[in-house]
């Protein structure tokens, strides 16, 4: 059982940057896909990046692409999530979720752990 913990949510001014981080309970971390999804209100969780065990491998969904960067740190067992230049629409909750990559890694259903959420707020 993977515990997740995101950190790093908050207020910030539209343009501005915020790093989010995704902690891991155990070293086996490395083993997964990690992913990053955030939820706006009222609406299903939208995938935003992802990365491969190994790191080599991104992916991001349009909205984000050139704007957001994920990232692993397996000795510290976290997966980060740069965002710069944040628009007010980037407002959600954030969550990270590890799974073991066989599925879309685009979609919830790949992933089997899911942390429990971080709120960013962007005003604008």
């Known amino acids: 059982q993977v515990q997740l913990v995101e950190s790093g949510g908050g207020l910030v001014q539209a343009g501005n940057s915020l790093t989010l981080s995704c902690a891991a309970s155990?070293?086996?971390?490395?083993?997964?896909?990690v992913g990053w999804f955030r939820q706006f209100p009222g609406k299903e969780r939208e995938f935003a990046a992802a990365i491969s065990q190994s790191g080599v491998f991104t992916t991001y969904s349009d909205s984000v692409k050139g704007r957001f960067t994920i990232s692993r740190d397996d000795a510290k067992n976290t997966v980060y999530l740069q965002m710069d230049n944040l628009k007010p629409e980037d407002t959600a909750v954030y969550y990270c979720?590890?799974?073991?990559?066989?599925?879309?890694?685009?979609?919830?259903?790949?992933?089997?752990?899911w942390g429990q959420g971080t709120q960013v707020t962007v005003s604008s």
């Open positions: 979720a590890a799974g073991n990559g066989d599925l879309d890694w685009g979609s919830p259903e790949a992933y089997e752990y």
């Open positions: 155990e070293r086996a971390f490395s083993n997964y896909v």
